[in-house]
Nanobody, 128 residues
Framework: QVQLVESGGGLVQAGGSLRLSCAAS????????MGWFRQAPGKEREFVAD????????YYADSVKGRFTMSRDNAKNTVYLQMNSLKPEDTAVYYC?????????????????????WGQGTQVTVSS
């Protein structure tokens, strides 16, 4: 059984930074792609970033390119999202995700949520 636990969310002023962590358990972490999604109030969950087994192939949504950096530490079974230059529109619940299989990319879980395991989410609030 896969378990994903996010941490690191909080309240920050616009222009500030936060680092989110996601600890995974239940199966071999390094064999599966990982990703981050977010859901703002009144909006659907949207893709933020994902990364490959090695962490060397990372893909970002246009809205966060140049500001967010995703990485993973396979020895710790943990994935990170470093968020810099935060904007009020970044305010959302941030979810960690892991592909259920290896056929599809994690970012495809935006449209097909059952293709990923999901964490419980951590709140990020960016004030003006």
């Amino acid at each position: 059984q896969v378990q994903l636990v996010e941490s690191g969310g909080g309240l920050v002023q616009a222009g500030g930074s936060l680092r989110l962590s996601c600890a995974a358990s239940g199966r071999t972490f390094s064999n599966y792609y990982m990703g981050w999604f977010r859901q703002a109030p009144g909006k659907e969950r949207e893709f933020v970033a994902d990364t490959s087994w090695s962490g060397g192939s990372t893909y970002y949504a246009d809205s966060v390119k140049g500001r967010f950096t995703m990485s993973r530490d396979n020895a710790k079974n943990t994935v990170y999202l470093q968020m810099n230059s935060l904007k009020p529109e970044d305010t959302a619940v941030y979810y960690c995700a892991q592909q259920r299989g290896t056929t599809y990319l994690v970012r495809q879980c935006e449209a097909f949520s059952d293709r990923c395991y999901w964490g419980q989410g951590t709140q990020v609030t960016v004030s003006s």
